[in-house]
């Protein structure tokens, strides 16, 4: 039983960690985008969609991270090239996003879809109370343990990751250094909506098998949280999205076991864990402002 | 003089409905809570309105206008009142928390029906309230859980602890304690209508704790998708779930709208609406049940049997005794609980394995 548990927590944390680490790249560049719930439903229709209609899960997948990195490219055209506001545009793509992935999906509400299966290595996944929870759940568990390792790395130990870090703490230094910061942030940008893309496929395909308008429910939202909740650092957006996995479905098993605390408390626990960290964390100012990308939101010209 | 009068306002009012029955055209607006892609409670709201305007003569009869995803406050007041501007006929307002609102505009337009489901407030004449009696379908279901079940406990899912819902608990436990007294039904509150990962995650918890058939009263599929990867039975939830679990769902409530908007439709179309107040069951054709699949036929034999006595009128699920969930009592044995009682019920009976969040 407790295997099921920690499956199941895994489950709830895979997409938040996911678009959180895809979101945390574009804010390390400097970029505020609060489109990543539009970006995750458009993955999580276009994944159903072509899952559905091809046989493949797998193109499904495919599809959806192309389609999250083609609707943040709408989002770094308005902010990057025509300097909009971020946090405005950011909101008009989730929007649009939860819009138009209902219009795209009507076809398909109701009707079952094909769900990407689990990993099966004979011997090693029969192991008794480990096996399956470390190498028997779907594929895209062990895509995002290594997307955030790998994003760790290239961010903290590669030469493009230290670019990209200058981009996103002061965008005129690295301009006048000759690097290419909208460029930079364009990639960037593109990233985090593959991510996202990815992570809808993930509720779409893996985590609830079918296409609902609006069937993200707020979880991009609560990966932007993760990314400061995480100050900024890979690690911490994986610490951050297993917590608020563990203590979503600890609440569940609360209630199913009948400990007399009310739902409701319950239910806001994992937001309330959520601030006493942020709490914790901002009470050191000066680490706080060590972690921040300083540019973060801010719009930038080059100078003509 | 007074008289001839009257006649000849008949007179034209006759020649006036000639001429609109040539043209014949009602317009029916519906505000919808959800999205209509919810597969739930605003789909089958739609699904009502479209089947209504087939069944009256499709669209050059009926105009059909719908607002979706309208937020229950002060939104709700400017999209209700833009339809009433607009030249619908009627308007239906299909969530709870549209009540006051509705009241609002239908003051203002008096020429215009309103009918406002799951409320009570009634302020002018031009407006009516409708609900059903899904609860009658949740007691059927009881009925089967506690025959099908090995464990002899079933897991709940559900939203809000509003008196429908409570209604509906109370309902399951008192129909699978007819079959089993010993019956016990563990409750886990997602404090959503909808959110299919979290529906799906309190599905997986109760199936950990040892549940083998799983209910819901929120709006997904997701639970029905688990059950069926566990490969335990659930029950499906406002509309028929069976592509979702072929050899899981045992039956679903299903709630149809159908009759009732095309009745309401009709009678303004036909110049003869008037305000009501209805709550229907079985037995007005509003709660459904979906075909029962996946069990023996001695257990669907008395799903069926519950269902006929509960459609002719012979069974309450709400007559007593029934013993409230600290052992007194509520319902004396033969009595039958008011329909206002049962309409702001807030507590549990005998036997839910769960505290009421109050």
């Not at chain 1, 760790?152 to 690295?174: I, K």
């Not at chain 2, 089958?44 to 499709?58: F, I, P, R, S, V």
């Not at chain 2, 779930?241 to 899981?248: L, Q, V």
């Not at chain 2, 019920?345 to 505290?355: E, M, Q, R, W």
Request: charge should be neutral; hydrophobic fraction near 50%; include cysteine.
């Amino acid at each position: 039983m407790l295997e099921q548990i920690l499956i199941t927590i895994a489950t709830a944390a895979t997409p938040l960690l996911i678009a959180a680490i895809g979101e945390l790249v574009v804010e390390r560049s400097g970029v505020l985008n609060l489109g990543v719930e539009g970006m995750m439903v458009m993955g999580a229709v276009t994944g159903f969609a072509v899952a559905l209609t091809t046989g493949s899960p797998w193109l499904g997948v495919f599809a959806a991270v192309i389609v999250g990195a083609l609707f943040s490219l709408l989002f770094g055209f308005l902010t990057l090239t025509l300097v909009t506001n971020q946090v405005a545009t950011g909101l008009a793509l989730t929007l649009l996003g939860l819009g138009l992935s209902g219009m795209i999906g009507e076809a398909f509400v109701g009707q079952p879809g094909i769900k990407l299966s689990a990993i099966y290595i004979p011997g090693l996944t029969d192991i008794p109370f480990v096996g399956r929870l470390f190498f028997g759940q779907d594929p895209l568990f062990y895509v995002s343990i290594l997307l955030t390792v790998g994003v760790a790395w290239f961010l903290f130990r590669t030469r493009a990751g230290l670019t990209l870090r200058s981009v996103g703490d002061n965008h005129g230094s690295a301009h006048a250094l000759g690097i290419n910061v909208i460029g930079i942030r364009y990639l960037a940008v593109m990233f985090g909506g593959a991510c996202a893309g990815l992570a809808g496929a993930f509720l779409s395909l893996v985590y609830t098998t079918q296409w609902i308008e609006n069937m993200s429910a707020g979880r991009g939202w609560i990966a932007l949280a993760l990314v400061v909740f995480a100050s900024w650092r890979p690690l911490r957006v994986l610490a951050g999205a297993y917590l608020f996995g563990a203590v979503s479905i600890g609440q569940l098993h609360a209630q199913a076991l009948g400990i007399g605390i009310p739902s409701q408390l319950l239910s806001a626990l994992p937001y309330l864990a959520t601030i006493v960290v942020l709490v914790l964390i901002s009470r050191n100012r000066r680490l706080t402002m060590i972690n921040t990308p300083a540019s973060l939101g801010r719009p930038f010209v080059p100078d003509r | 003089m007074k008289t001839r009068f009257l006649t000849l306002a008949a007179t034209a009012a006759a020649l006036a409905f000639g001429t609109m029955a040539a043209e014949a055209k009602v317009k029916a607006c519906f505000i919808y809570v959800g999205p209509i892609g919810d597969f739930g409670w605003s789909y089958q709201h739609h699904q009502g309105a479209l089947e209504a305007q087939k069944n009256l003569g499709g669209e050059e009869q009926v105009e059909l206008a719908y607002l979706e995803s309208v937020p229950e406050g002060a939104d709700a007041e400017r999209a209700i009142e833009r339809f009433a501007r607009s030249g619908c006929n009627i308007i239906f307002t299909t969530s709870f928390g549209y009540m006051d609102a509705t009241n609002a505009v239908a003051k203002k337009f008096p020429d215009v029906k309103f009918e406002h489901a799951t409320g009570y407030k009634r302020e002018s004449p031009n407006i009516s309230t409708y609900n059903s009696k899904f609860h009658e379908g949740r007691y059927v279901q009881g009925i089967i859980a506690a025959k099908m079940s090995k464990a002899g406990v079933a897991g709940y899912i559900a939203s809000f602890p509003i008196p429908e819902v409570v209604m509906g608990i109370n309902s399951f436990v008192l129909g699978a304690q007819s079959v089993n007294p010993d019956f016990k039904v563990k409750v886990v509150w997602a404090n959503t209508w909808f959110d299919p990962g979290k529906e799906a995650d309190a599905a997986k918890a109760l199936i950990d704790q040892g549940v083998d058939i799983i209910t819901q009263h929120t709006d997904s599929t997701a639970p029905m998708q688990v059950a069926h990867e566990r490969g335990i039975k659930a029950f499906g939830q406002a509309s028929d779930m069976i592509k979702f679990g072929p050899e899981t769902q045992l039956t679903s409530i299903v709630d149809d709208w159908g009759p009732y908007y095309t009745k309401r439709i009709k009678a303004v179309a036909d110049g003869n609406w008037e305000q009501i107040d209805i709550w229907g069951g079985m037995k007005d054709g509003h709660v459904v049940m979906a075909p029962y699949t996946n069990m023996p036929d001695d257990v669907k034999a008395a799903a069926e049997a519950a269902q006929a006595k509960i459609t002719s009128g012979e069974l309450n699920p709400f007559t007593g005794p029934i013993n409230k969930q600290d052992g007194s009592e509520w319902l004396k044995a033969g009595e039958v609980a008011e329909d206002g009682v049962l309409l702001g019920l807030n507590f549990y009976v005998a036997g839910v394995d769960d505290k009421l969040p109050q």
